[in-house]
């Protein structure tokens, strides 16, 4: 190439020889490229290229846009020739010489894929953006680019480096490895983004033919995808956890939501039938493999005698072919296949032969040890073969089953000496436990958490005693992409610290002419279904008993009664409330004129309101939360809708302490699940929060506003209303974005916040 | 009055699960107000029909609303062209006349409607027609039985504790398989081998209980899904019809249990 050859020249040449060389190789390339110019454009582009030549960025730059730049004009136009030498200029100061060089090279390969001007107007504008704000991370994508828009559409490839910038926030190293693929987050969304079907996207269809099917609820988790394409993944069950790759390569569409329905149908027999772990002993590495292949067959035979139909999911994956060379993993899955597909000939007399053995009539299909007994004996039949086998590199085929390790006893882990149970009983118990903590609370919306909360028990312990067991994933909303990124910002429930129970009542004590004016209040207040009254003075239809009855009077002589009239009324309450506290660093700063923080000021406001509510009988919850980062967003229950307002809920409220930052959006999300699940005619989140949604990953001050703006829309969908109250002088503009005009309510006298509250409460559930 | 009307002539089906015909025999005897507690579709009503042919009583029913008023079970006053005349309730017809009165789905009717029945389900076993300033003695055959489902309703419907204390209760639920397939295929008429496969699809269904489902599909649903194989229809296509679609409206468990259903079959 003949951009080496210039650099080679550097280190032989006298400087002005090198120079007049350069030039005059600058000079010949520019003649060759105007020829891809029409007229009109050639003075602009000359321009430009000399305006690189001059800017001292070497000799490199400039010959590679030189040479290259021309070629745009053939796939797209002139104007996107000459435009990207201003990119080109950019790269040489923001980042390094190497980049800029390379651009001009890239930007053809990305005219050539992206085929329109639109889309490598996409492309360049991300670069450039990418230029900007994470230099370091250009190279690693320029030199992908190939790779990536042959997967990737412009737009596609725009989402895919918003999410790196968003997931990695300030961190260059985070970056580098994001874009140059080392970090998994990285295939993921890149997977994501491709519209390949990932297993969270299946979840919860997933996890509920696996309940439906074999009445199981093991928990849950995806591996990240596979970096490396040699150790292709397969599903693996340990500790009781199942583990499920986040995407099958190659599967796309239907069929991969089929490979996973068959993985977990299998996972399911497995749980079913599987119920000692086989020990290891004096087996040989091949041996091993057909046991467990054996079983496999075994448990699946089982689960179609149960279910038939489950044979037209796990057939179509079996595609091994009678003929071919005789290798032993092509054995082993033409075995595979003789003992699942009654329909397939097999001439290999040891396929044969295991296959007689399988299916010998005195064979007991619910004894696991038939399959140690042939597959040691066909595990002999091979070592004669002296075929190599090389049980490091064999992945297990096909692709649906699980690599068995959960099968075998390996005898070097105390843990499994012990407890001899074998892996898929407790991951059965493991199932039962999740039952019965389901039975208490609501069931439909807690089935993640229970999962969830089973598997993370065991490290929170260790980790943390203030955080509990509940984790979860939330989506959220990139204005920029329109739409949501799934499992993106995590909320954790820790547990509210305690703090003095007194206070919630000196406050009552202190506020005493608010508390008579709320009780007065409640006794006033409704709010409900409409009820039918009968005999109504007024009304909008007849009472027709009542009339009857007027009409007998008249007859008898009586004086009928007037009131004849039905109505409908609302008449007793039923509304449900979740209070959502705003609990981040900046609820600590002074009220002015006062002795109180703002924080001190939500908890006396959220004593009042709370008073109120527990005196009407409505069901209320109140939860804070602040965030660090989108990896910890904390969340704590003061109250739950299901317990009393007792001591305990009134030490934590006052036990509430300000820290962190406000990511809003994820915090509602969460909140809105307890919601959800009441029986009420109304729903109602009140939101009281001092200021701008904001977090310390995100710098972009809209991305927080907006993801907040669309949980509110969703949220009116459910018919859960939303109700905000803002803290924060001038915080009209977000709040009227996020909550809509009249949904929110600004206190700028802070120190009369708590009687404003309830009035609020009052006025807004009337 | 004449009641034949109201009387059950030929034998309802019925397959008892347990000893609730014995249960419901002994409780006839001594004129107990009866309770039937249970999901929707597993045979309360039937179970009525058959014991009010069994003991051959008439049976007269109720289907409870919301908007019910006790006039509409007592009865109440009419006009007509000479005067006004009393129109007798389901209710007071039933207890004149000596009828079982059978209160269908009772929550779903206002709390001071369920009160009128207070003093026909104690030892007194009177009716008072306040209107007409009469009271009622029950007749010696009158039986009051009430259904009440647990599961659906919400919280803010529930009887009065005054109300479940004047009861005994039978506890339904599905039937076993095995007598669950022979009400199948004695309803259908579809062979023993689909009503199986229904029933193990049906107990896919009813592990999504909780899980998003209210209920599970009911015995009632299972036959519909068979005769609509009776009548030709391809197993899978009549349980998408009967037994997947009326049952919920979300997507994934519509897709989990079909897929489920793919496996059964």
């Given at each position: 190439m003949s951009t080496t050859s210039t650099r080679g020249k550097y280190s032989v040449f006298p400087q002005n020889k090198v120079n007049e060389d350069v030039k005059q190789e600058q000079q010949i390339l520019i003649q060759q490229g105007k020829?891809?110019?029409s007229k009109e454009y050639i003075p602009h582009w000359t321009l430009a290229c000399d305006k690189l030549a001059s800017a001292g960025y070497g000799a490199v730059i400039p010959l590679s846009y030189i040479r290259h730049s021309p070629k745009l004009v053939k796939h797209l136009n002139a104007e996107a020739a000459i435009n990207l030498a201003s990119v080109v200029s950019l790269a040489a100061i923001k980042v390094n010489r190497a980049a800029a060089e390379m651009l001009p090279k890239v930007a053809v390969i990305a005219a050539h894929d992206t085929k329109s001007m639109a889309g490598f107007i996409t492309w360049i504008n991300v670069i450039e953006e990418l230029i900007k704000i994470a230099p370091e991370s250009v190279l690693p994508v320029l030199e992908r680019t190939q790779k990536i828009l042959k997967t990737l559409t412009p737009d596609q490839f725009k989402s895919w480096v918003l999410a790196g910038l968003r997931s990695t926030g300030d961190d260059t190293l985070r970056q580098i490895q994001y874009f140059s693929f080392a970090d998994p987050e990285s295939e993921k969304w890149f997977r994501h983004e491709a519209g390949d079907i990932v297993y969270t996207d299946l979840e919860r269809k997933l996890k509920l033919y696996l309940l439906a099917l074999w009445n199981l609820q093991p928990p849950i988790r995806d591996l990240p995808p596979s970096l490396s394409p040699l150790s292709a993944r397969r599903i693996t069950i340990s500790n009781g956890v199942v583990q499920v790759p986040e995407v099958f390569t190659g599967y796309h569409g239907v069929k991969a939501e089929q490979i996973f329905r068959a993985g977990l149908a299998h996972v399911g027999a497995h749980l079913k039938y599987s119920k000692t772990k086989f020990k290891l002993?004096?087996?040989k590495p091949i041996q091993v493999t057909l046991v467990s292949l054996l079983e496999d067959a075994r448990i699946e035979h089982l689960a179609m005698q149960e279910y038939p139909g489950l044979r037209n999911l796990w057939l179509p994956f079996h595609e091994a072919k009678a003929d071919g060379p005789q290798i032993i993993p092509l054995l082993l899955a033409r075995l595979t296949r003789a003992l699942i597909d009654k329909d397939y000939h097999d001439g290999n007399g040891w396929v044969q032969k295991g296959r007689e053995m399988f299916f010998h009539p005195d064979n007991d299909f619910m004894d696991a040890n038939m399959c140690r007994r042939i597959g040691s004996l066909l595990g002999n039949d091979l070592g004669q073969l002296r075929a190599q086998f090389n049980a490091k590199t064999y992945v297990i085929e096909p692709p649906y089953r699980d690599d068995n390790m959960g099968l075998w006893d390996f005898g070097d882990n105390q843990e499994n000496e012990e407890d001899d149970k074998g892996i898929f009983i407790e991951a059965t118990q493991m199932n039962k436990e999740e039952s019965d903590d389901a039975t208490q609370d609501d069931k439909n919306n807690q089935e993640n958490e229970e999962t969830e909360k089973q598997y993370h028990a065991r490290e929170s312990e260790e980790k943390d005693r203030k955080q509990s067991n509940v984790i979860v994933r939330y989506p959220e909303y990139d204005y920029l992409t329109g739409e949501e990124r799934p499992n993106w910002s995590c909320i954790i429930e820790y547990f509210p610290e305690f703090g003095d129970s007194n206070k919630i009542a000196r406050i009552l004590e202190t506020h005493t002419d608010l508390v008579t004016r709320i009780t007065k209040l409640i006794q006033t207040a409704k709010v409900s279904l409409p009820e039918r009254l009968h005999?109504?003075?007024?009304?909008?239809?007849?009472?027709l008993d009542a009339c009857i009855n007027a009409s007998i009077n008249l007859r008898t002589g009586q004086i009928p009664d007037p009131r004849i009239y039905s109505t409908t009324e609302r008449k007793h309450r039923d509304l449900s409330v979740l209070v959502l506290l705003d609990i981040s660093n900046s609820t600590n700063d002074m009220v002015k004129n006062t002795q109180s923080s703002i924080l001190e000021l939500e908890i006396q406001a959220t004593a009042l309101l709370a008073y109120a509510m527990s005196e009407l009988n409505d069901p209320f919850a109140i939860s804070a939360f602040c965030s660090d980062s989108k990896e910890d967003v904390h969340y704590y229950r003061?109250?739950?809708?299901?317990?009393?307002?007792n001591s305990t809920a009134q030490a934590y409220l006052a036990g509430l302490r300000g820290k962190l930052s406000t990511r809003l959006g994820t915090a509602m999300r969460h909140g809105v699940k307890d919601l959800k699940s009441q029986h009420t005619h109304r729903r109602l989140m009140l939101v009281i929060s001092d200021g701008e949604p904001s977090d310390i990953d995100v710098d972009d001050r809209s991305y927080l506003v907006e993801d907040a703006r669309k949980v509110v829309r969703s949220l009116s969908r459910l018919g859960i209303d939303v109700f905000c109250v803002g803290?924060?002088?001038?915080?009209?503009n977000y709040l009227n974005r996020i909550f809509g005009r009249k949904n929110y309510t600004l206190v700028n006298n802070l120190s009369a916040l708590p009687a404003r509250l309830t009035n609020l409460y009052f006025r807004l559930t009337a | 009055m004449n009641l034949d009307s109201y009387s059950v002539t030929s034998e309802p089906y019925y397959s008892p699960t347990h000893n609730e015909v014995e249960l419901f025999e002994a409780a006839y005897a001594c004129r107990m107000p009866m309770m039937l507690k249970g999901p929707t579709g597993c045979g309360k009503t039937r179970f009525v029909e058959y014991m009010a042919w069994k003991l051959k009583k008439p049976l007269i029913t109720v289907s409870c609303h919301e908007d019910m008023t006790a006039s509409d079970l007592v009865g109440r006053f009419l006009l007509d062209a000479n005067g006004t005349i009393w129109h007798d309730g389901p209710l007071t017809l039933a207890v004149r006349n000596g009828a079982i009165c059978y209160l269908d789905?009772?929550?779903?009717?206002r709390q001071d409607t369920s009160v009128v029945i207070h003093s026909l389900t104690d030892n007194r076993r009177i009716l008072s027609l306040e209107k007409k300033n009469e009271v009622v003695k029950a007749h010696p055959d009158f039986q009051i039985v009430i259904s009440y489902n647990p599961g659906y309703q919400s919280v803010l419907k529930d009887l009065k504790e005054s109300t479940k204390q004047r009861f005994g209760a039978i506890d339904f639920n599905y039937p076993k398989a095995d007598d669950e397939a022979k009400i199948i295929t004695h309803e259908s008429g579809v062979d023993l081998q689909t009503a199986t496969t229904l029933i193990k699809i049906a107990d896919r269904s009813r592990n999504l209980k909780g899980h998003g489902l209210d209920e599970g599909a009911s015995t009632r649903m299972l036959i519909y899904a068979a005769e609509l194989v009776a009548k030709g229809i391809p197993l899978a296509e009549a349980c998408e019809v009967a037994l997947v679609l009326p049952i919920t409206d979300d997507q994934d468990i519509r897709n989990a249990l079909s897929s489920a259903i793919a496996a059964c079959s």
């Open positions: 020829k891809e110019f002993g004096k087996l005999y109504q003075n007024v009304g909008e239809s007849l009472d003061i109250k739950n809708f299901n317990s009393n307002y803290l924060e002088k001038g915080a009209e | 789905e009772i929550v779903e009717a």
